[in-house]
């Protein structure tokens, strides 16, 4: 019998998803965006109540400084989000999407959403929560290891 192998089956589904909204309906309409793109795009809309400041980004999404400081520059230059300084401190700009990004925004909720019911096509209320639970602990075990034990 062959070894399960589960970082590889979720490599290769994440190439699936990758593959999919690469040929999307609405590639056409929303090709400024690229992959960790879509997924800021996604989050600052979900907190648009909030003040959001690169540190939540990096937290979020388990990135670098130096990652989150790049990905950002791109999108401000690709005119996805913008900087605004913040009355309680001057050194603090916090991250707001810019009206293209809401636009593009609505297509990627689309295209989320079908593929969301792709993928849990089958499954019961009750496995998609399992799966859910599984997946969340995969994710933190892998954050307690630190770069050098791998």
């Known amino acids: 019998m062959e070894k399960i192998?589960?970082?590889?089956?979720?490599r290769s589904l994440n190439n699936l998803i990758r593959r999919y909204f690469d040929f999307s309906s609405?590639?056409?309409?929303?090709?400024t965006v690229t992959g960790n793109n879509g997924w800021i795009i996604g989050y600052l809309s979900e907190n648009k109540d909030?003040?959001?400041?690169?540190k939540d980004i990096e937290e979020h999404f388990t990135i670098t400084r130096s990652t989150a400081s790049r990905v950002l520059n791109l999108m401000e230059q690709k005119g996805l989000i913008q900087r605004q300084s913040v009355a309680q401190d001057a050194r603090l700009k916090k991250i707001?999407?810019?009206?293209?990004?809401?636009?593009?925004?609505?297509?990627?909720c689309e295209d989320a959403m079908r593929m969301e019911r792709i993928l849990t096509d089958g499954f019961s209320e009750d496995e998609i929560k399992e799966l859910y639970t599984y997946l969340q602990r995969m994710k933190t075990n892998i954050a307690k290891i630190k770069p050098t034990e791998s």
Not at 5 to 10: M, P, T, V
Not at 96 to 108: D, F, P
């Open 96 to 108: 707001v999407l810019t009206e293209k990004a809401w636009q593009i925004r609505g297509l990627m």
């Open 50 to 54: 909030k003040e959001i400041f690169q």
């Open 5 to 10: 192998r589960i970082g590889f089956e979720l």
């Open 26 to 31: 609405h590639r056409k309409e929303i090709e």
